[in-house]
């Protein structure tokens, strides 16, 4: 249970990329956007990673949007504060995703904790 409230940032901030792109017109990325979802459910390091970048990359488009849309508006004498805003906290949250994956609930349901290493101790 704990997993899942861990990873529902990520599924959503995942979905709601998906979303983005759908709107675009951008097949391609809602593929994408979608299997990161999909990624959720693979008990694998390699799987979290790549949702660690697709998030990350996420953000990134965010930001974009961010700076694109707030110039078209302001450029246009629209108001911009709300919408700023708004894709201010998507920017942030969907960023934020990633560092779900630093919790230990989730480096063990992905595999990622290190093995212990022998550390001899040191008698003199």
Known sequence: MVNVLLLLPAGLSALLLAAHFLRTGNLVLVVASLALVVL????????????????FLGALEW???????VGARRQSGQ??????????VVTVVTGASTLCFRTRALRQHF??????????????
């Open 40 to 55: 959720l459910f693979i008990r694998r390091p390699w799987a979290a990673r790549l949702i660690q970048v697709g998030l």
């Open 79 to 88: 108001p911009f504060v709300r919408l700023a805003v708004i894709l201010g």
């Open 63 to 69: 930001l974009w949007t961010l700076v694109f849309l």
């Open 111 to 124: 595999r990622l904790l290190r093995p212990r290493t022998f550390r001899p101790s040191s008698t003199t």
